[in-house]
């Protein structure tokens, strides 16, 4: 047997396996001729790592050693894991054994929170925050119990000399916060020991010290080695220097640099190691931020020098040039031995192998690293990783590699909240908070998995019905204007279909809105039950089925289990934004079965991973590294003086791991110039690296795959065709249509609108939840003033205002939306009321009336808004404006002729009752004068002082002509519905993106096209 005893017992074993050579892969080259047995293989040996990640990967890295040495196989070792508190993974058996019954159980997490939440309600009384921020801020204490618990910081140094010296020179928030949180502790360890518990890091650091001092009692008789552990937790420290002194033990750490300086080591700072009784074990000038910086804080806490760590010579086969090594060293430089850089030789300082690459966004830059990974796949058995901490640039990469039908798992996967299963029940909790609002509520229904107990299509077409008519300003909430909608809707609704639909629907919504009627706060574990029930009704059982409906239905068992014991009560409306923060620190992992040659991770399941090719995308400050994570109830002096690491502290994690991403042959380096916020910084990383080339920066730079990224979906110019100004020529039995009294202008100014909208029956939809439009205000101000000159006409004494009342209510608008508009209404209605009351002589005789006429064989219709026969017998045309009226100078362009074809439809007897000479022509506008008072009148003509605008004599020919004109050219003749012809006509956006404009109209004055 190859084993690696020791003749010493005081000589630990621990070793370092250089960036260059590929952890995972080294690792196993050198595991393999050391313990294995003819016949067992490795089965003797125990491996702990610090991840299940890590075990896979490690796994993986021995099938490939077996494969090139040309091995059939042989037993693998027993690999045990440590368990990644940031990943939130359990101690392996081995260190949780069962045969540990002097160990308290750990308190669950869930039931953790939903106790601090409740004892935050305690401590602060009537002055509690509420609902989701209560709950939210029982994370952050928690969070940073467990900051202190997993190191070692017993609840009585909160309010010992090395804290209390500090008190008087924090800021007074600062010493708020430390005072709840020191209560808050003090309460939970009673609730604790009232229960029979301990916290979850309590109990790892209990089970390390276990199987620690089981180690020393009685040494395994078989090899026992941690590899790539470097969580710097005292307890884990502890057991990682009883390994090293086994018998057959050894501690393997990964990417530390046995090279650096004397000096450099120094200059990391204290890390850990106080020089005197009653100093901090951290200062506040230490490196934190150095990629070395935590194995030296382990080494202080494990008690073994830096001398005693000795080489790992294997290599692996994915294993960079030596000089790699150096580099990477040179490259991390804290700030006064960076000075060297200047002085550095070649050798020190070539980073041959590592290109930079920087995209305009992250969209080309997802689209780039996709390119590079097809590429690299082009060459038999290269492997190709991802690494990024930006999910969103890694779900990006994995789609663009689908156009090739590549398969890649982001094996740090999503939240669950970003999952299909998860957003179903985000959005019935966001349903029920918002009372049933059209956005909330369309994109329930039309959630992926969403069905009910039909065919996926027949339930969409129904949905999108339903959404056609919630389109526009947001009605009030509830189900009463849904049912009003769908029973307007369903008239025409032959088989009942339609009906049945929205009955299961409004059977799911009923349970899910009954909770928001009542102020009161609700269960939350009845609550949770309710949307469980619920999103199985909406979706079926297929809700559960992949494995983000198997975390969810973990997510939610566990939640109602835990409410109910706790009691907890929460606002309804509060409950999404729970749900939201319980969901987003849970990562719903795919089941591993994308490409053999590809991976996409994170920066913790990217640890110990190596590939012929690294890219590393993302490295921007905020991104890679994060941003300082400061907690929020423990200041950083504080920390400091209790020993605990500071905020930066995973700036230096980060930092590693991407020493340990530079060891690898070919490395890529890729940031976006800009994100959705704007420009963006490159990562301190990054600038490093540029820093430290020089004047090899040209040879770094990579810019190759951002012009192909800008290629892919872009033609050529040869290619590109120009797409001319559209000039439609429908025939003549397409011309053959009606011509509308809104529509003349828009036919004579931009025929290719009018060709849009009345010929082809295009119409722009507006967007749920929209402002209230012109048209909106419109028909809300023509409908109050219809229904009040009806009831005018039995009662002239009728008031405006409760008409207005009354059909506000009728239009079921949001509680918001009247709030904003009904005072400025109600004002410019009132105008209304009293301008026709102070004519008495002046007598309406029609109100929103349709008519006709028939012109050269072409029938033109509208709606008069108002027609008054005045005391000399003549007609007067009144059209009401929410807006500003159309000036005199559009009238006599053309572009505004509504008043006048109205005028000639009611001389030529086009409306029903009415009859007479049309001589006025008024706009009552409902906006504000230049007084500032809402309500005023205008005409088109020339009367009065009025100077520009149509003679009076003039305004019904001029309209004639104009419409003739628009008849002989347009409807029984030959002219293209030119797109803008007249520059002039103040068009709307409507068909703008229809007709192209962007792409042609720069070009009219050049080429006139």
């Known amino acids: 047997m190859a084993d690696s005893l020791r003749a010493s017992a005081s000589q630990p074993e621990i070793y370092s396996i250089a960036a260059h050579r590929g952890f995972a892969d080294a690792l196993v080259a050198g595991l393999v001729p050391r313990y294995a047995e003819e016949d067992f293989g490795l089965a003797r040996l125990t491996l702990l790592l610090p991840s299940s990640r890590a075990r896979r990967t490690v796994t993986e890295a021995f099938t490939r050693h077996f494969g090139n040495i040309g091995a059939e196989g042989m037993l693998l070792p027993r690999m045990a894991v440590v368990g990644d508190l940031d990943l939130d993974e359990a101690l392996g058996s081995l260190l949780d054994p069962l045969g540990a019954p002097e160990i308290p159980p750990a308190v669950d997490p869930t039931r953790r929170w939903l106790a601090l939440a409740a004892l935050l309600e305690e401590e602060f009384g009537k002055d509690a925050p509420e609902g989701a921020a209560r709950l939210r801020m029982a994370r952050d204490v928690a969070a940073a119990m467990d900051r202190l618990l997993v190191e070692e910081i017993r609840p009585e140094e909160l309010t010992g000399d090395a804290v209390l010296d500090l008190l008087g020179d924090l800021a007074e928030h600062w010493q708020v916060s430390l005072r709840i949180f020191a209560r808050m502790q003090a309460r939970w360890l009673a609730t604790l020991g009232e229960w029979g518990r301990v916290d979850s890091a309590t109990r790892r650091n209990l089970l390390f010290d276990h199987a620690r001092k089981a180690w020393e009692a009685e040494p395994p008789q078989t090899p026992l080695v ?8 005292p307890a884990l420290a502890r057991m990682l220097r009883t390994i090293a002194f086994l018998p057959r033990g050894a501690v393997i750490l990964p990417d530390f640099d046995l090279t650096m300086p004397d000096d450099v080591w120094d200059e990391l700072g204290r ?4 020089p005197e009784p009653g100093d901090t074990p951290f200062a506040k000038g230490d490196a934190i931020t150095h990629p070395q910086y935590h194995l030296k804080l382990l080494l202080n806490r494990m008690g073994i020098a830096r001398e005693e760590v000795r080489a790992w010579h294997r290599r692996g086969d994915a294993a960079g040039p030596p000089a790699r090594s150096h580099a990477i060293a040179s490259l991390f430089l804290p700030p006064e031995a960076s000075r060297v850089w200047a002085d550095l030789p070649a050798d020190r300082r070539r980073l041959s192998g590592v290109t930079v690459m920087e995209s305009a966004n992250p969209e080309e830059e997802a689209q780039a690293i996709a390119l590079l990974v097809r590429e690299a796949l082009e060459v038999p058995e290269k492997r190709v990783a991802v690494i990024t901490p930006d999910r969103g640039l890694a779900r990006r990469v994995v789609q663009h590699l689908r156009r090739w039908h590549i398969e890649a798992d982001d094996s740090a996967g999503q939240p669950l909240s970003q999952t ?55 009605p009030r909430g509830g189900l009463e204007p849904l049912r009003a909608l769908v029973e307007k809707q369903s008239k025409d609704d032959r088989d009942g279909g339609y009906r049945a639909w929205w009955a299961e629907v409004e059977a799911m919504l009923e349970p899910l809105l009954a909770p928001t009627r009542d102020d009161a706060n609700q269960s939350l574990a009845e609550m949770v039950n309710l949307l469980a029930a619920q999103v199985e009704s909406l979706c079926g059982t297929e809700v559960w089925a992949k494995e983000d409906g198997r975390a969810l239905a973990a997510f939610v068992e566990d939640l109602r289990l835990h409410a109910a ?48 090719l690294m890219i590393c995308g993302g490295l921007n400050e905020g991104v890679w590294p994060g941003g300082a994570s400061l907690d929020p109830l423990l200041a950083p002096p504080v920390l400091r003086a209790l020993g605990v690491p500071g905020g930066d502290f995973r700036i230096g994690l980060s930092a590693h791991d991407l020493a340990g991403a530079l060891g690898a042959p070919e490395v890529l380096l890729s940031r976006a110039m800009r994100d959705e916020s704007g420009p963006t910084i490159p990562s301190r990383f990054l600038l490093r690296v540029k820093a430290l080339q020089n004047d090899q920066r040209s040879e770094i730079a990579r810019q190759q795959p951002v012009e192909w990224a800008r290629a892919i979906d872009a033609p050529t110019e040869d290619a590109r065709e120009t797409y001319p100004r559209p000039q439609p020529m429908p025939d003549a039995a397409q011309r053959d249509v009606p011509i509308a009294v809104t529509a003349l202008d828009r036919l004579l100014g931009d025929p290719y609108q009018f060709y849009a909208s009345s010929i082809l029956g295009l119409r722009a939809l507006d967007p749920l939840d929209a402002e209230p439009t012109a048209a909106w205000q419109g028909s809300l101000a023509h409908a109050i003033l219809e229904q009040w000159h009806k009831e005018r006409a039995s009662d002239p004494a009728a008031r405006l205002a409760p008409v207005a009342e009354r059909v506000l209510t009728q239009m079921d608008a949001h509680p918001l939306t ?70 005199a100078k559009m009238v006599e362009a053309g572009f505004a002729l509504q008043l006048g074809l109205i005028g000639m439809i009611t001389e030529r007897g086009g409306f029903e009752g009415v009859s007479g000479e049309a001589k006025t022509f008024e706009y009552w506008s409902l906006a504000k004068n230049r007084d500032g008072e809402f309500g005023y009148t205008d005409t088109p003509l020339k009367v009065g002082r009025k100077r520009s605008g149509i003679e009076p004599d003039a305004f019904l020919p001029t309209t004639a002509q104009f419409l003739d004109r628009a008849i002989s ?13 007249n520059p002039d006509f103040p068009a709307y956006a409507d068909y703008d993106q229809l007709m192209r404009l962007d792409e042609w109209l720069p070009r009219l004055d050049g080429d006139g096209a």
């Open 226 to 233: 941690a590899a790539g552990v470097t969580s710097a937790s």
């Open 271 to 274: 890390a850990g190691n106080a």
């Open 420 to 474: 299909a299963a998860g957003r179903a029940l985000l959005l019935l909790a966001e349903t029920m908070a918002e009372d049933a609002a059209p956005v909330a509520l369309m994109a329930l229904l039309s959630h992926p998995l969403a069905k009910g107990s039909m065919e996926r299509g027949a339930w969409l077409s129904r949905v999108r019905r339903l959404e056609r008519g919630l389109r526009g300003p947001r």
């Open 565 to 612: 014991e706790a009691g907890t009560l929460l606002d309804p409306r509060d409950l999404a934004a729970v749900l939201q923060d319980g969901m987003e620190p849970i990562a719903v992992r795919p089941p591993y079965g994308g490409h053999s040659r590809v991976a996409i991770y994170g920066l913790l399941e990217s640890r110990m991973s190596r590939a012929d």
């Open 818 to 887: 009247r709030g904003l508009w009904k005072p400025r209404l109600m004002a410019a209605l009132e105008w209304v009321e009293d301008a026709i009351r102070a004519e008495p002589d002046r007598q309406v005789i029609a109100v929103e009336r349709k008519g006709e006429m028939i012109v050269d064989g072409v029938r033109i219709h509208g709606r008069a808004d108002r027609i008054d026969r005045l005391e000399d017998g003549s007609l007067a045309i009144v059209d009401y404006k929410t807006g500003s009226p159309p000036s």
């Open 969 to 981: 050219d347009f409807i029984k003749g030959s002219e293209p519905f030119t797109a803008r012809l």
